[in-house]
């Protein structure tokens, strides 16, 4: 099992709602605390790209073309991030990775799936 474990990836129509879980189990509090936390997505033949993310003080940055529509959140406690998605269209199809940012380093999860389709 590697440093992120995210889940809740799936297919839904157009206008649903999915929310992604990025879980960081073998993490100290105090180290998830630290990170900076965020989402990117990867659709076929394209690079990946930013979806919402921390800044260093903690405040949450999305990607325009989510605005409105997605929301990135954490839970301490759980050392976990989410990212609530509403409003999806097909063009949010992709796989979805959550990126983990410490000390220099970045740390990568394994991708979920998200399908939006009729």
């Known amino acids: 099992q590697g440093p992120l474990v995210e889940s809740g990836g799936g297919l839904v129509q157009p206008g649903g709602s999915l929310r992604l879980s990025c879980r960081a189990p073998?993490?100290?509090?105090?180290?998830?605390?630290?990170?900076?936390m965020g989402w990117y997505r990867q659709a076929p033949g394209k690079e990946r790209d930013l979806v919402a993310t921390f800044t260093e003080r903690g405040t949450p940055n999305y990607a325009d073309s989510v605005k409105g529509r997605f929301t990135i959140s954490r839970d301490m406690s759980r050392k976990t991030v989410y990212l609530q998605m509403n409003d999806l269209a097909p063009e949010d199809t992709a796989v979805y990775y959550c990126?983990?940012?410490?000390?220099?380093?970045?740390?990568w999860g394994q991708g979920t799936q998200v399908t939006v389709s009729s």
């Open positions: 073998r993490m100290i509090l105090s180290t998830f605390s630290a990170s900076i």
């Open positions: 990126k983990r940012n410490y000390d220099g380093r970045d740390d």
